[in-house]
């Protein structure tokens, strides 16, 4: 089955730099890979995703490119604000289609914005 | 509110007790999902359905637990003779399928379970 691995498990930046966050998987079959950001006590919220067929996709500060041979993707985020601390997710579908429904995430990353 | 909706928001019960959720999913959204998610740790998942079919139970799901959706709207997750390591937070998740390549889930609140 897939696997998700999420690097750093922690991450501490100082406002406006930039940060970075890396997910690999297993299933080069895998087809979607979306991002969740989870503010304490609060649920998960998508704040970006990508398919396959595409390498970078970009919202306003935030960013997630993939790589499909190293089975690797990143969000990343620039101009950080205080706001942006949280627990960010990377998540892939089991079996590798995003038609299974089921999704494997990775074990989050805590992002500390410094002001 | 036209989000995902999860009921109760807490729940304290004593080991051997049986807990009832509920999740109400976005109104349109075929597809409903039950994840846990212990401290620390991102959200397992346990079972989803596609209208009123459940479509997947994770092999890690006891025999205690039982998820229904009889009318393919809101959903109930069930756990039987709870235990102190069930307590975590049960989430609710929903999307609309087929979506054109993505299958894009939605959270609730959230339900958090603590076991006596």
């Known amino acids: 089955g897939e696997n998700v691995e999420q690097h750093p498990s922690t991450l501490s930046v100082q406002e406006g730099d930039s940060a970075v966050i890396k997910c690999t998987y297993s299933d080069s079959a895998s087809n979607y890979f979306p991002w969740y950001k989870q503010e304490l006590g609060k649920r998960p919220q998508l704040i970006i995703d990508?398919?396959?067929?595409?390498g970078e996709k970009k919202d306003q500060r935030i960013a997630v490119t993939l790589n499909k041979t190293a089975k690797h993707f990143s969000l990343h985020i620039t101009e950080t604000q205080p706001e942006d601390s949280a627990v960010y997710f990377c998540a892939a579908p089991e079996g590798g289609s995003s038609n299974t429904g089921k999704l494997i995430f990775g074990q989050g990353t805590t992002l500390q914005v410094k002001p | 509110d036209t989000g995902v909706s999860q009921d109760p928001r807490h729940k304290i019960t004593k080991r051997g007790q049986n807990v009832t959720f509920r999740c109400d999913p976005i109104?349109?959204?075929?597809?409903l999902y039950w994840y846990r998610q212990t401290l620390g740790q991102g959200p397992e998942f346990l079972t989803y359905?596609?209208?009123?079919?459940?479509?997947?139970k994770s092999r890690l799901l006891s025999d205690r637990f039982s998820a229904e959706r009889p009318k393919g709207s809101f959903s109930t997750l069930e756990i039987q003779r709870t235990e102190q390591g069930d307590s975590a937070m049960y989430l609710c998740?929903?999307?609309?399928?087929?979506?054109?390549?993505?299958?894009?889930?939605?959270f609730g609140p959230g339900t958090r379970l603590t076991v006596l």
């Open positions: 109104s349109e959204h075929n597809r």
């Open positions: 359905f596609q209208n009123e079919a459940q479509l997947e």
């Open positions: 998740a929903s999307s609309l399928y087929p979506t054109g390549g993505g299958n894009e889930q939605f």
């Open positions: 990508i398919r396959s067929n595409v």
